[in-house]
């Protein structure tokens, strides 16, 4: 599942973002993945509360479409 994020991302977002798209994080084991992603999120919840906020309200919409395309 991909989530399209409209906001500013700060300077420490563009690190985290750098740090889990980099060619080093692609080739290390989950745990270590895991680690970075919960540090964005984390960062995430502690500085962009309106992100986390959108994401919450879109995600039962997004499933509700899907659901609708099934049944099309
Ligand atoms: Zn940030």
Known sequence: M???LDFEPCQECN???KELSSPD???A???TRNHE???FLRHLT???N???QAVMEDLPKQKKDQEF???K
């Open 69 to 71: 395309d099934f049944f």
């Open 2 to 4: 991909k989530l399209y």
């Open 37 to 39: 992603s919960a540090k």
């Open 25 to 27: 994080m692609l080739f």
């Open 46 to 48: 502690y500085n962009h």
């Open 15 to 17: 690190t985290l973002i």
């Open 29 to 31: 084991d989950a745990k």
């Open 50 to 52: 309106e992100v986390v």
